[in-house]
Antibody, heavy 122, light 107 residues
Framework: QVQLQQWGAGLLKPSETLSLTCAVYGGSFNGDYWTWIRQPPGKGLEWIGEINHSESTNYNPSLKSRVTISPDTSKNQFSLKLNSVTAADTAVYYC????????????????WGQGTMVTVSS | DIQMTQSPSTLSASVGDRVTITCRASQSISSWLAWYQQKPGKAPKLLIYKASSLESGVPSKFSGSGSGTEFTLTISSLQPDDFATYYCQQYNGYSRTFGQGTKVEIK
């Protein structure tokens, strides 16, 4: 049973870089796509971007200029970096796995991490 | 960008009710639509993918239908555990966007 465990700094100042890591347990990192999604307090979900083990990426156009998602296949982990953060980036950030593309056809998220609250405040 | 609009935003219902949530896409997404359930403080849970395929382990009281631009999620016989917020999500091509959510409350 694949499980995701995520961690990272929870309090940032404006203009700093958000950095989160997600570890994959109980399954192989290779062969799947992995994603980051965020949810501002009391609001809906926003997809940030996704990556596979060969570093093929797909980013939300609205965040693409500030986002980097990268894999560490040796550790079965992947990470998110979001630079130049503002208060608008305050949210719970989730890592997730894309469900098997052959079964679901693409960007469906079937396994989620526990979420990390990130607050941006001066 | 493909916009997803859910209705209603809030739905008040009683235990045992059959409820339907609608999701509309700003352009055709074929059947590339998923539904999620989210409870407070928890990550979303996948219920339905490809508009009508039930995720493994999800009770059959959840069903999805639709194609193109209009989709529905139906919950037959609402139970206390079903009171939550539900999100639709499109995944047409390389684009992924969520609806704004529908909160199902106890009447």
């Amino acid at each position: 049973q694949v499980q995701l465990q995520q961690w990272g700094a929870g309090l940032l100042k404006p203009s700093e870089t958000l950095s989160l890591t997600c570890a994959v347990y109980g399954g192989s990192f290779n062969g799947d796509y992995w994603t980051w999604i965020r949810q501002p307090p009391g609001k809906g979900l926003e997809w940030i971007g996704e990556i596979n083990h060969s570093e093929s990426t797909n980013y939300n156009p609205s965040l693409k200029s500030r986002v980097t998602i990268s894999p560490d296949t040796s550790k079965n982990q992947f990470s998110l970096k979001l630079n130049s953060v503002t208060a608008a980036d305050t949210a719970v950030y989730y890592c997730a796995r894309l469900k098997d593309i052959a079964a679901a056809g693409g960007g469906v998220f079937d396994i989620w991490g526990q979420g990390t609250m990130v607050t941006v405040s001066s | 960008d493909i916009q997803m609009t859910q209705s209603p935003s809030t739905l008040s219902a009683s235990v045992g009710d059959r409820v339907t949530i609608t999701c509309r896409a700003s352009q055709s997404i074929s059947s590339w639509l998923a539904w999620y359930q989210q409870k407070p403080g928890k990550a979303p849970k996948l219920l339905i993918y490809k508009a009508s395929s039930l995720e493994s382990g999800v009770p059959s009281k959840f069903s999805g239908s639709g194609s193109g631009t209009e989709f529905t999620l139906t919950i037959s016989s609402l139970q206390p555990d079903d009171f939550a917020t539900y999100y639709c999500q499109q995944y047409n091509g390389y684009s992924r966007t969520f609806g704004q959510g529908t909160k199902v409350e106890i009447k």
